[in-house]
């Protein structure tokens, strides 16, 4: 157990629709990481934030947005999903913002999009 | 953008055996990681190696930045060892911007 919590585990949902991933860290990280990963586009970083500030931006679309909130949970927000947003998330969370900081992985977020 | 090849792209060992997996870079990286995927899933970061050696019990990388490769050796490899190897690198220095190169499938076998 990494200690890093997603909620949900599954999600099916259509496209058009709209849903919100969430992301505990493990206590005591200040950065949460997201992640997709899909057949197409094999493993991607989408975003990360510090402490509540976005700290570094990847291949995150502009329908998808994120925020780290005071008690440092994370959501991830997906918007109009199309049937190619169809992946596992991850979430991570490190201690701080280097990529040297050891990152811990959730056990991911399977969206289904019918 | 960084292209990231990864190789072989699947690989089978017997228990015990050692093994050499490979990853090249098109354009130099000032960050490089290596990732393990068990077959449940679960990813576990495994090195943040963007120049020199490291080793971790019977898995050690070392990355050539020079030349812009990395490579994770896995010695008398076990059963739990099975799963996907992924590299990941990015060129800014400090920030987490990485692009993922597609894995290693490795099995195990008893």
């Known amino acids: 157990d990494s200690g890093v919590t997603q909620t949900p585990k599954h999600l099916i949902t259509a496209t058009g629709q709209r849903v919100t991933l969430r992301c505990s860290p493990r206590?005591?990280?200040?950065?949460v990481y997201w992640y997709q990963q899909s057949l197409d586009q094999g493993l991607q970083f989408l975003i990360q934030?510090?402490?509540?500030?976005?700290?570094a931006k990847g291949n995150i679309l502009e329908r998808f947005s994120a925020q780290q909130f005071p008690d440092l949970h994370s959501e991830l927000n997906l918007s109009s999903l199309e049937l190619g947003d169809s992946a596992l998330y991850f979430c991570?969370?490190?201690?701080?913002?280097?990529?040297?900081?050891?990152?811990?992985f959730g056990p991911g977020t399977r969206l289904t999009v019918l | 953008g960084i292209q990231v090849e990864q190789s072989p792209p699947d690989l089978i060992l017997q228990e015990g055996a050692n093994s050499t997996l490979r990853c090249n870079f098109s354009?130099?990286?000032?960050?490089l990681q290596w990732f393990h995927q068990n077959p449940w899933g679960q990813l576990i970061n495994l090195f943040y190696?963007?120049?020199g050696t490291k080793q971790n019990g019977r898995l050690s990388a070392t990355t050539v930045a020079t030349e812009r490769y990395s490579l994770l050796y896995i010695s008398s490899s076990q059963t739990t060892d099975s799963g996907v190897y992924f590299c990941?690198?990015?060129?800014?220095?400090?920030?987490?911007?990485?692009?993922f190169g597609t894995g290693t499938r490795l099995k195990v076998l008893a």
């Open positions: 991570a969370s490190s201690d701080g913002t280097s990529p040297a900081n050891e990152q811990f």
């Open positions: 206590s005591g990280d200040l950065s």
């Open positions: 934030y510090y402490n509540g500030e976005e700290r």
């Open positions: 354009d130099s990286v000032n960050n």
């Open positions: 190696i963007p120049s």
């Open positions: 990941a690198g990015g060129r800014v220095s400090g920030t987490y911007k990485y692009i």
